[in-house]
């Protein structure tokens, strides 16, 4: 499984920003696609996550800002971030979550920088 992402960069606090990640290869049909974020000095954590069918979670910092879709015909994730926040600065990784049976295979994206200047 590879993992593109795009959509990173810098914008004033307040602003939007839209991450976008397309993935290929060895995708199975139970599948979770998300988003987690790491800033400088603290561990990766979930931003968003949605399953095939559609259902989604959220963490409580980003409830109510951010905004996580996925079309599956293209196997692409998408996450719209509004209101944006300084604390909202670290490097967005895109994660698949391949279910296969009774056991998960994550797959992670390179990252991709967004900076949120206050």
């Known amino acids: 499984v590879q993992l593109q992402a795009s959509g990173g960069g810098l914008v004033q606090a307040g602003g939007s920003l839209r991450l976008s990640c397309a993935a290929s290869?060895?995708?199975?049909?139970?599948?979770?696609m998300g988003w987690y974020r790491q800033a400088p000095a603290k561990p990766r954590e979930l931003v968003a996550a949605?399953?095939?069918?559609?259902?989604?979670d959220y963490a409580d910092s980003v409830k109510g800002r951010f905004t996580i879709s996925r079309d599956n015909a293209k196997n692409t994730v998408y996450l719209q971030m509004n209101s944006l926040k300084f604390e909202d600065t670290a490097v967005y990784y895109c994660?698949?979550?391949?279910?296969?049976?009774?056991?998960?295979?994550?797959?992670w994206g390179p990252g991709t920088q967004v900076t949120v200047s206050s």
């Open positions: 994660n698949v979550k391949n279910y296969i049976g009774s056991y998960s295979v994550d797959y």
């Open positions: 290869g060895g995708i199975s049909r139970s599948n979770v």
């Open positions: 949605i399953t095939r069918g559609g259902s989604t």
